[in-house]
C-alpha cells in the first residue's frame, strides 16, 4: 500500500490524461490523518436508501463497496479524494474537477462517488450542525444524491450518479436543497461586476453591490412543476439561513442563470404558466448564452442537438413551444436576473 503514487495509480486503473491533473491534486493533498472507514454493506444501504436512493442502486452500491486489501489502487483514490473533500468542506470558492473514470472499472467505477459520499457523510452532517444548517436542510441537501442516481440510471440504464462535479457541492457544503430550489453561496467578485454591467453606462446593473459581498446562486433541479407557492416556500426559508452572518452572510441578493429565463418563452406560453411566473421574480441583467444545449439536456434529456426535430416528443405545452421556436428558425438563450434576498 505504501508504495502506491500517482503513476502506479493512473496504470492500475487504466487512467488516461484526462485524469492527470486530478490525480495530481489529490496527490498533492495526502491521505487523511484519520484512517478512512466506509458503513458495513447492510448501514450502507441503509443510508443511502434514507437518502432517497432506490434500493436496487443502495444495494448495487452496498455489494461493491471497496477496501484497503481487495482494490489498493481504487482505494488510494478514495482516500484522497475523501481527504480534498475534507480539506475544502464549505469552501464554494474553490473548483475540485471530478472526471468520472473509465468504464472498464464496472461498477466500482460507476459508483466511485458513492462511495465517496458515504465516506463524508459524516463530515458534512458536522459541517451543517456546526454551522447553523437545521436538520432538515441538511437532510433535503443530502438526499439529492437519490435524485441524481435516478436520472443517471434512466440515462444509462445502471447505477451511477448523473453530474459527477455538480454532485460533490452538496456533499461539500456548497451547495443547499430548499424544496424546491437549490442554492450556491458566493462572493461577488470585479469580474462578476463587469460581466453584468449595464452596456450603456458601464455602472453596475445590480444596485448597491460591491466586490466581496455574499450572494447566492439559485439553481432548479429536475424535481417536479415549478409552482408559485413551492418557489415562495423555497425562498422563504433561504433567506431565513442565508441572513446568518456567518459562513456566507447575510446575504442581499440571489442570482439565477437559466434557459428558463428567457423572456421568449413569453410568446409561446400564458402569463399564468409557472415558467412565466417565475420570470417574474427576476429583474434581467444584461447578456444572454446559447441556450439550446440546455434545453435539450434538460427538457428533453438528450445530449446534444437531435438529428430531426420530429425526433423530440411533444407532449406538453413547453415541449410543443421549444419545437416551434426551433422549427421558426430561432434558438433559445440562457438569461440572468437577480432578486434581492
Known amino acids: 500500500m505504501n508504495t502506491l503514487d ?35 454493506p447492510h448501514a450502507a444501504a441503509a443510508l443511502l436508501m434514507r437518502l432517497g436512493v432506490d434500493a436496487r442502486d443502495a444495494e448495487e452500491v452496498a455489494g461493491t463497496l471497496p477496501s484497503a486489501q481487495g482494490q489498493p489502487a481504487l482505494w488510494w483514490l ?17 473548483n475540485t474537477h ?26 458534512v452532517r458536522r459541517w451543517h450542525a456546526a454551522h447553523g444548517v437545521d436538520d432538515a436542510i441538511s437532510w433535503e441537501t443530502l438526499s439529492s444524491l437519490g435524485r441524481a442516481m435516478r436520472i443517471h440510471r434512466a440515462r444509462q440504464g445502471e447505477g451511477g450518479v448523473f453530474e459527477h462535479g455538480w454532485m460533490t457541492l452538496p456533499f461539500r457544503a456548497c451547495l443547499y436543497e430548499i424544496g424546491r430550489l437549490q442554492y450556491t453561496p458566493f462572493r461577488v467578485t470585479e469580474q462578476w461586476l463587469r460581466r453584468w454591467a449595464d452596456p450603456a453606462t458601464a455602472e453596475p446593473s445590480v444596485p448597491g453591490v ?36 456567518t459562513p456566507w452572510g447575510p446575504c442581499r441578493i440571489a442570482v439565477c442563470g437559466s434557459w428558463l429565463l428567457d423572456e421568449q418563452l413569453a410568446a409561446y406560453l400564458p402569463p399564468s404558466a409557472n415558467i412565466i411566473r417565475f420570470q417574474q421574480r427576476f429583474t434581467m441583467l444584461p447578456g444572454a448564452g446559447n441556450g439550446d444545449g440546455s434545453v435539450f439536456t ?21 415541449e410543443r413551444a421549444i419545437v416551434a421556436h426551433l422549427r421558426a428558425g ?6 440572468t436576473g437577480w432578486l434581492a434576498l
Not at 6 to 26: D, F, K, N
Not at 78 to 91: F, K, T
Open 78 to 94: 478514495l482516500e484522497r479524494s475523501v481527504h480534498l473533500m475534507r480539506q475544502h468542506m464549505g469552501e464554494p470558492e474553490v
Open 210 to 245: 460591491a466586490p466581496g459581498d455574499p450572494a447566492v446562486g439559485i439553481h432548479i433541479p429536475a424535481s417536479g412543476p415549478l409552482t408559485p407557492a413551492s418557489v415562495t416556500a423555497s425562498l422563504l426559508r433561504a433567506r431565513a439561513l442565508f441572513a446568518k452572518p
Open 6 to 40: 500517482q503513476v502506479t495509480v493512473q496504470e492500475a486503473l487504466g487512467l488516461g490524461e484526462t485524469h492527470a491533473s486530478w490525480l495530481g491534486a489529490i496527490e498533492s493533498g495526502g491521505a487523511p490523518s484519520v484512517p478512512l472507514r466506509l458503513p458495513s
Open 98 to 123: 471530478w472526471p468520472p473514470l473509465p468504464p472498464g472499472l464496472g461498477a466500482q467505477g460507476r459508483l466511485f462517488l458513492a462511495y465517496l459520499f458515504l465516506a463524508v457523510f459524516e463530515d
Open 330 to 335: 430561432g434558438h433559445w438563450r440562457t438569461r
Open 298 to 318: 434538460f427538457v428533453f434529456r438528450r445530449q446534444g442537438s437531435p438529428a430531426s426535430l420530429d425526433d423530440l416528443p411533444q407532449r406538453t405545452a413547453l
